[in-house]
């Protein structure tokens, strides 16, 4: 990270932020709307501080692992207690316990799910190749281009 960007008087103007976090206007401009973030005027330009874009990581972070916007705000709240970000810390942490539950949780739901397509495919394989061999090439062909496209997914993020 370049040493300017740690510069507490620095400013960022929404296009670079947006560039920064690839995040649209409309992304920031809603975070200010549900007072999560709150820039400074320029004219009709907004102006965002260090703490601004100190706040949008935490706000990227907590969406990223699925804490919803309320959360993420009284997390935030907690910022300016002035108690050494004892009682934030404390938020977060229930917060970050009850989501890994819940991820484990729909992990182990997407596991299963994954188990019975698994199951599914290989009857229905099955099947096929004792009743319809001659439409199992277009299954396969599917299977090849879904695996292409689950591949390039992987390879853009």
Request: proline share 3%.
């Amino acid at each position: 990270m370049p040493s300017d960007l740690r510069r507490l008087n620095r400013t960022f103007t929404i296009r670079q932020l947006c560039l920064e976090f690839k995040v649209t206007p409309r992304a920031l401009r809603f975070y200010e709307d549900k007072g999560l973030l709150t820039p400074a005027r320029d004219g009709m330009n907004r102006v965002y501080s260090y703490k601004d874009r100190a706040r949008l990581i935490m706000i990227l972070r907590g969406k990223r692992v699925g804490l919803s916007l309320n959360e993420i705000g009284e997390i935030m709240d907690l910022y300016d207690v002035n108690d050494g970000n004892a009682q934030q810390s404390a938020k977060m942490l229930v917060k970050f316990r009850e989501r890994i539950l819940a991820l484990e949780s729909q992990r182990e739901d997407i596991d299963g799910a994954i188990e019975t397509l698994r199951e599914s495919v290989e009857r229905l394989e099955q099947m096929l190749a004792a009743t319809r061999p001659d439409l199992l090439p277009s299954a396969e062909a599917y299977n090849k281009v879904l695996r292409e496209r689950l591949d390039g997914a992987h390879h853009n993020h």
